[in-house]
T-cell receptor, first 113, second 112 residues
Framework: GQQLNQSPQSMFIQEGEDVSMNCTSSSIFNTWLWYKQEPGEGPVLLIALYKAGELTSNGRLTAQFGITRKDSFLNISASIPSDVGIYFCAGPDNAGNNRKLIWGLGTSLAVNP | KAGVTQTPRYLIKTRGQQVTLSCSPISGHRSVSWYQQTPGQGLQFLFEYFSETQRNKGNFPGRFSGRQFSNSRSEMNVSTLELGDSALYLC???????????FGPGTRLTVL
């Protein structure tokens, strides 16, 4: 079945640094979703991408839909302590017509003030 | 619009008991999905309900069940609780013809 691989698994950075993480798949995705989860809370949608090559920003966050449709990238510029959390990528399962979301295992981000 | 709500937020049970968790989706959303999340793990898909029908199911034992009501509110039930069932249970709703899911805050279940 389809799987999403996220890297890196975890990151520990200094406040002010830029962050890059990515998500890859062995098969094509038509939509890429990026979520952030803070401790004890549910994931919150950050950015949704619908078109190959699409580059979308949400404040200091920028995500790109890879042109091969098998990967996506999330960048955070000038990180701040409140960026701490786990970042998940997700996309709809293309096997069948059930539109179940496939999830990566997440990138855990820690920011040192 | 109010977001997805889940009750209770925290729950402590003992092995062998059963538990029922509740989820109210965003108004107008007809799809509700349930996930189990354990420390260091991603989101493990349990099942999805749409218009009171189970549309998708993950690879969990039959002890895990769910249902959806006509107002789209959903419940999930876990019978004969095991220690390994301790987890954050997340509910997400989806509306229209979109893949984007919106999550509730989760129910933290601890099994002693």
């Amino acid at each position: 079945g389809q799987q999403l691989n996220q890297s890196p698994q975890s990151m520990f950075i200094q406040e002010g640094e830029d962050v890059s993480m990515n998500c890859t798949s062995s098969s094509i995705f038509n939509t890429w979703l990026w979520y952030k989860q803070e401790p004890g809370e549910g994931p919150v949608l950050l950015i949704a991408l619908y078109k190959a090559g699409e580059l979308t920003s949400n404040g200091r966050l920028t995500a790109q839909f890879g042109i091969t449709r098998k990967d996506s990238f999330l960048n955070i510029s000038a990180s701040i302590p409140s960026d701490v959390g786990i970042y998940f990528c997700a996309g709809p399962d293309n096997a069948g017509n059930n539109r179940k979301l496939i999830w990566g295992l997440g990138t855990s981000l820690a920011v040192n003030p | 619009k109010a977001g997805v709500t889940q009750t209770p937020r925290y729950l402590i049970k003992t092995r062998g008991q059963q538990v029922t968790l509740s989820c109210s989706p965003i108004s107008g959303h007809r799809s509700v999905s349930w996930y189990q999340q354990t420390p260091g793990q991603g989101l493990q898909f349990l099942f999805e309900y749409f218009s009171e029908t189970q549309r998708n199911k993950g690879n969990f034992p039959g002890r895990f069940s769910g249902r959806q009501f006509s107002n789209s509110r959903s419940e999930m039930n876990v019978s004969t609780l095991e220690l390994g069932d301790s987890a954050l249970y997340l509910c997400a709703s989806r509306g229209g013809n979109t893949d984007t899911q919106y999550f509730g805050p989760g129910t933290r279940l601890t099994v002693l």
